[in-house]
């Protein structure tokens, strides 16, 4: 066999053993119930776990500083039990924030150790809502759309947690629930969610008053109860439900909110939605949701190497990309701007296809005759695994 070939096969190996974004399981059953539609959060060096959805709503409140084993703080904070509510953390408490307890609330509640929990307000500024988006920005907690009995695109601001005031009754971005929310680059934004029609529309803005689209169609598929965080600088977008009410396991991320590129299009932890995604220990985890039951476990990542780097919005350091992954018929190739030629092999280093890369750094590249099985993308020195479904 050629030397080349016995090389390749030995990246075959390393890539049949790898996937793109390595998770790994902290627990399948967390000592909290298996619970959707609830609130995490980063606080004092711990995990956080609060209410959310069982076969009743919950507000208990759970914490972990390894993610493995939980404790239970409080099984029944002074806060009704709820569901779709939102926790931030400030001033070093942790605060949730309305959601829906068998009415929506508008209610404010702090704690600065988790199980005594104080009434900031019982009746914010804005209407009660649930499903909205919270984040800390500009030493001030935010509030972002929600769903009120129809759906808005307000955005409420507070330095005290008591006192709010509104920052605009009408958002650029259409009136939503199910999103999420981020800081990153000193901005807020506000990514995908239902407004009716599920969306995979971006949005940005340095005061919460003006916003501007970085991209009304991103490439991961349109959807909601999906989860967002900040890591390694660049924002990351995981699972949640598509419109034809599929669950996704997809990972996804931006250096600039702009360019999407695919870091997974099914990691180990099973496709769902309406779980909670953290940054913690230099690590992303996802936590619970719904995958046709309800689920408590807890999944941890320390991302994917040599991530596209940017500067002034401009990638400067690309990465092969190829997705959808599976694929059927077609797939496509984002390559990096150098290379010319885009090369397809079957697992045992055969040549099955050779397509010149044109102007765009996307092609699509036909899978027409390929049969069901592993496949091998190269571009330049870049391999990435094709998996070929029926």
């Known amino acids: 066999m050629r030397v080349f070939q016995i090389i390749f096969l030995l990246i075959v190996i390393s890539y049949c053993l790898f996937a793109d974004m390595l998770w790994y399981q902290a627990t399948p059953q967390a000592q909290w119930s298996a619970r959707q539609k609830f609130a995490s959060a980063v606080f004092d060096n711990k995990l956080w776990v609060l209410g959310g959805q069982e076969a009743t709503r919950k507000n208990d409140v759970w914490y972990s500083l390894s993610g493995d084993s939980w404790i239970c703080a409080t099984p029944q904070a002074q806060w009704s039990a709820r569901r779709g509510h939102s926790v931030v953390v400030f001033l070093n408490k942790l605060w949730v924030i309305g959601g829906y307890d068998g009415a929506r609330k508008n209610d404010v509640w702090y704690s600065q150790d988790g199980v005594n929990w104080t009434l900031a307000t019982a009746s914010a500024n804005f209407s009660p809502r649930e499903y909205h988006a919270s984040v800390v920005f500009d030493n001030k907690i935010w509030v972002l759309g929600g769903y009120t009995g129809s759906f808005n695109n307000e955005v409420w601001y507070s330095s005290d947690g008591i006192n709010w005031t509104q920052a605009t009754a009408n958002a650029n971005w259409s009136a939503r629930y199910w999103h999420s929310a981020v800081v990153f680059d000193s901005m807020l934004w506000v990514i995908g969610g239902s407004d009716g029609v599920l969306k995979n529309d971006v949005w940005c803005s340095p005061s919460g008053v003006t916003w501007t689209a970085a991209t009304n169609n991103a490439l991961w598929q349109a959807r909601r109860s999906h989860s967002s965080v900040v890591f390694n600088n660049a924002i990351w977008v995981l699972g949640g439900i598509v419109a034809d009410g599929s669950r996704k396991h997809d990972v996804w991320y931006s250096t600039n909110g702009i360019n999407w590129f695919c870091a997974d299009s099914q990691v180990q932890w099973s496709a769902r939605y ?111 695994k094709l998996i070929v479904s029926e």
Not at 292 to 300: C, E, I
Not at 339 to 357: C, R
Not at 362 to 378: A, C, E, R
């Open 274 to 384: 309406e779980h909670n995604s953290l940054v913690f220990d230099n690590k992303i985890w996802v936590l619970g949701g719904y995958d046709n039951a309800r689920l408590n476990d807890v999944w941890y990542s320390t991302g994917i190497d040599a991530i596209e780097e940017s500067e002034n919005g401009q990638v400067v350091k690309e990465k092969l990309r190829v997705y959808p992954n599976p694929a059927k018929n077609v797939v496509y190739v984002r390559s990096p701007s150098s290379v010319k030629i885009v090369k397809l092999y079957d697992i045992s280093g055969k040549i099955i296809k050779v397509q010149e890369v044109g102007t765009s750094k996307v092609q699509s590249l036909s899978l027409s005759g390929l049969q069901k099985g592993v496949y091998f993308i190269k571009a330049e020195s870049e391999i990435s």
